[in-house]
């Protein structure tokens, strides 16, 4: 049997597309092994943000919805691999899910920044070639 969560999610050219996430009952693990962070309140943070270096690039690995409203989250710290597993009420889950999704548009935005630049030093040199005539039919 399978449980699932849905997410909808604002694509780029402004169309909006519903994911849904299938969750496999046999293969969840429903007593995880405790963490020996677990004993440090990882809470007092939002759970963007990690307690050993600061960092607020921390990102779920895993993550499964209980059925009493809480979630089960593995989250990891990029900058120290600092890792936590723990059960979040849905509360503490919405601001995290508005910190991934702000991370990712601003990861997207500087992708397309940073796309548009290279294709325009790419663009220039390939009209300073043409004008050079460095550019000839054998080249293709």
């Known amino acids: 049997m399978h449980d699932y969560h849905t997410k909808k999610i604002s694509l780029p050219s402004g169309q909006t597309i519903e994911i849904i996430y299938l969750i496999d009952n046999d293969q969840i693990d429903t007593h995880p092994v405790p963490n020996a962070d677990d004993a440090t309140p990882a809470t007092a943070l939002p759970l963007h943000c990690c307690p050993e270096c600061g960092s607020d690039l921390v990102y779920p690995v895993t993550w499964q919805e209980?059925?009493?409203?809480?979630?089960?989250?593995?989250?990891?710290?990029?900058n120290c691999e600092w890792r936590n597993t723990g059960e979040h009420a849905h509360d503490e889950i919405e601001p995290f899910d508005?910190?991934?999704?702000?991370?990712?548009?601003?990861?997207?935005?500087?992708?397309?920044?940073?796309?548009?630049?290279?294709?325009?030093?790419?663009?220039?040199?390939?009209?300073?070639?043409?004008?050079r005539d460095l550019i000839q039919p054998i080249d293709f």
């Not at 209980?66 to 990029?78: M, Y």
């Not at 702000?102 to 548009?116: A, H, M, N, Q, S």
């Open 98 to 131: 508005d910190a991934i999704e702000v991370g990712t548009e601003e990861l997207l935005t500087e992708l397309r920044t940073w796309t548009y630049a290279n294709m325009s030093d790419d663009v220039e040199a390939l009209i300073s070639a043409l004008d």
């Open 66 to 78: 209980r059925g009493d409203g809480t979630w089960l989250l593995d989250r990891r710290c990029p």
